[in-house]
Every structure is written in C-alpha cells, then in structure tokens.
C-alpha cells in the first residue's frame, strides 16, 4: 500500500484525502500542532524522517482577506514551506504534490485559463504568496501542482456551507452575480489524487505527471449559480436569493472577476474527466441536508 505524508489535517481537502484514502492508501496526516508551517526546518525534518513514498501538501493560509494584514504568516505558509518541501523531497528523490489556486490569475482573459497562460494575479498577498509556493514546487523535478477554484465539500466550512445556512436563517441572501469560475469539489479532488499516488510514486523525473496541471469540476459557474444550486436541494431554506455585483461587498483583498481553469491537460495526462459541478454540489448539499450539518 502506498503511503503518504500529507501536510494539513483538519482542512476540508485534507479530511478528504484521509476519506478517500482508507483501505487505498496509509496516510500520515501532519496537523499544524504536529509541524509548524512557519519553521521550514522542522519541514524539513518531518519529510527526511517520514517512511513514506509521496509528500502531499495540503496545507496553506487560505483567508484571503486575513493574508492583507499578516502578510508574514501567509508567505510563511503558503511560499517558504512548499520551498522547504520542495528541497525536502529533493534530497530525498521524493515527489511532491501541492496544490495552489486560480487566484494566480487576474481574470482579464475572459475565458478559461490554461496551464500555461501567464500568471499575473491581481494584488493581493494571497494570491502572492500561492504564486511563489507554486513557482517553487514547479521548480521541481519531481513535483507536481494543482490548481484549483471555489472548493466545497459537506466537511468544512465553505463558500457552499456558509450560504445554506444563511438560507436558513435569513429572508434575503445577497449573492454575487458577476464573479465566475470552476468549481472544484474537494472529495473529487481528493479521489483524484489518491487514485493517481501511485504513478507519482513511480515516476522519474521528467515524467509528463509532474509539473503544472489544474483540477476542477466540469462547467463554469457564477457564485450565484453555485449557490443557488446548492441551495435548491434543502426544504429548510426560506429565503429569497438576489444576485447583486461584487461591488456590493468591498472586500480587502481584490479577487478575480473570471477565474475558470481548463482541465484538458488533466485529461490528456491523466485520462481524468472530473463531473459536472451540478452533479457533485447536488451531491454535497444533499448530504449537508442528511446529516444535520447545517443544524450545527
């Protein structure tokens, strides 16, 4: 059985990870408490003391607006630890998957973005800080990045969870129209890189399964499609839903207006063809619904 090391515990990719990897996979999953993200030596460590065949780093600082006022402990996490990874790996002839975000992006190009449009995001130390964590596992022989966009899943708080409750609990929610992208569900994600593990595990350098790749479900969406599809499926939610622009929440940090990722090299590479994002929220709101999640 193959086993990982994966950086990140408690996030909604990681809980994922460790979802789809039972019975495929042995996963050694490193919370925060386990290694600290801002020492790259303790990074270091962890990986050159790990019995281990893959490093999956699933770990960063993903509030975007907090990053604009700690700017240190994003680049710490989200820049120098995939560097650290990276070198880790690299003494190690380890491969080494990381995942980044459509944020590197500024979203001018109006339509999807491939792997090898230029990356020019907007200012924003987060989409800063992915950019360079990214450029550095890249860099790398035998490591390999995942783009991904809006991820959701029925295990963590997301962008999905968060507008079910307040569908809930509101007579209005206010929902941006005018911002659009791929969604990615984290449990096809997490299927996807546990299914392909072993190839990383196997591969040499060089190997057309390393470099820059994007993962999302098929179909492009606005926030408000995506919430309202989410939606729909609770009985439970009451209350009217009115698409409005982005100008309507002044955020901090500025976000792209278009930021949907191609997948063709995903399929080309992989023989991936990730479902439509309809059929996987469909499949997470329901189980938000069953579970009573959305209770607590």
């Known amino acids: 059985m193959i086993r990982i090391l994966q950086f990140g515990a408690t996030g909604q990719v990681a809980r994922c990870v460790l979802a789809a990897a039972e019975g495929q996979a042995q996963v050694t999953a490193l919370s925060r408490a386990d290694c600290d993200l801002t020492d790259p030596s303790a990074i270091e460590a962890a990986i050159a003391g790990a019995d281990c065949d893959l490093v999956l780093n699933c770990a960063a600082f993903t509030a975007v607006d907090a990053a604009e006022a700690d700017p240190d402990a994003a680049m710490a996490v989200n820049a120098a630890a995939p560097a650290a990874m990276a070198r880790a790996c690299a003494a190690r002839g380890l491969p080494l998957v990381h995942l980044s975000t459509d944020y590197v992006f500024d979203g001018a190009k109006g339509a999807p973005y491939v792997e090898t449009d230029p990356a020019t995001p907007l200012a924003s130390v987060y989409a800063r800080s992915k950019l360079a964590g990214e450029a550095a596992v890249a860099a790398y022989a035998k490591g390999a990045v995942f783009r991904i966009a809006w991820v959701f899943s029925p295990l963590s708080r997301n962008f999905v969870t968060v507008m079910m409750r307040l569908a809930r609990e509101r007579d209005e929610v206010r929902i941006v129209a005018d911002q659009t992208s791929t969604p990615t569900s984290a449990v096809d994600l997490a299927d996807f890189l546990v299914r392909a593990a072993p190839r990383w595990a196997t591969a040499q350098a060089g190997d057309e399964a390393f470099g820059l790749f994007h993962f999302a479900n098929a179909g492009v969406a606005t926030r408000y499609e995506l919430a309202s599809a989410a939606i729909a499926r609770d009985p439970q939610a009451m209350a009217r839903l009115t698409p409005v622009p982005m100008t309507a929440f002044p955020e901090p940090a500025p976000r792209p207006v278009y930021s949907a990722l191609d997948t063709g090299?995903?399929?080309?590479?992989?023989?991936?063809?990730?479902?439509?994002?309809?059929?996987?929220?469909?499949?997470?709101?329901?189980?938000?619904?069953?579970?009573g999640a959305l209770n607590r």
């Open 265 to 291: 090299k995903l399929t080309r590479v992989f023989g991936e063809h990730p479902r439509p994002w309809r059929d996987a929220v469909v499949q997470t709101a329901d189980a938000l619904v069953a579970n």
